[in-house]
T-cell receptor, first 113, second 114 residues
């Protein structure tokens, strides 16, 4: 059974204080690992897809990295508008394209001004 | 994502009532999904559809049914609602040919069953 564990559950940062969120996963063959951002009362917003160990992707203050067992979402010099819940999900390579994502429970990030 | 819309956005109903949640998309994607989100349990897949003629059960399909009326429309029904179906429901779409495997979510429907 595929599993995704995110840590910490909640993280409070001061504006400008860089940190990382962790996503540990167990899957029998990884097709892709996905990061989403979710604001309160809204649907998840797609951020990144990572396909293989060693891959990195960046978007503004966010950088996602991938190893064979975990992914990190690095937040550099965060701003209050980065406050949200960040979700990680995996898709196994046994799944036909575009199906079945297994999600973690998310990390709730708060950035104080 | 404005390209994926859900109606209603909020619904309060009573135990035993039949409820339909609707999802429409203008992204031109062929694959559509229904998830529910509960505190402490994350997002869980209810049903998914690869095209109008292809419907598949997800991990928690009991008590739910779906209808894919057109490529752009995917409805979720609760035949006889029960309180533990109180949750946030999200519709999502994807198209591996054009955008890889990422899924794009609607704004959600908050359902409360009393």
């Amino acid at each position: 059974e595929d599993q995704v564990t995110q840590s910490p559950e909640a993280l409070r940062l001061q504006e400008g204080e860089s940190s990382s969120l962790n996503c540990s996963y167990t899957v029998s063959g990884l097709r892709g690992l996905f990061w989403y951002r979710q604001d309160p009362g809204k649907g998840p917003e797609f951020l990144f897809t990572l396909y293989s160990a060693g891959e990195e992707k960046e978007k503004e203050r966010l950088k996602a990295t991938l190893t064979k067992k975990e992914s990190f979402l690095h937040i550099t010099a965060p701003k209050p508008e980065d406050s949200a819940t960040y979700l990680c999900a995996v898709q196994a390579d046994r799944e036909t394209s575009g199906s079945r994502l297994t999600f973690g429970e998310g990390t709730q990030l708060t950035v104080n001004p | 994502d404005a390209d994926v819309t859900q109606t209603p956005r909020n619904r309060i109903t009573k135990t035993g009532k039949r409820i339909m949640l609707e999802c429409s998309q203008t992204k031109g994607h062929d694959r559509m999904y229904w998830y529910r989100q509960d505190p402490g349990l994350g997002l869980r897949l209810i049903y998914y559809s690869f095209d109008v003629k292809d419907i598949n059960k997800g991990e928690i399909s009991d008590g739910y049914s779906v209808s894919r009326q057109a490529q752009a429309k995917f409805s979720l029904s609760l035949e006889s609602a029960i309180p533990n179906q109180t949750a946030l429901y999200f519709c999502a779409t994807s198209d591996a040919e054009r955008s890889g495997n990422e899924q794009f979510f609607g704004p959600g429907t908050r359902l409360t069953v009393l």
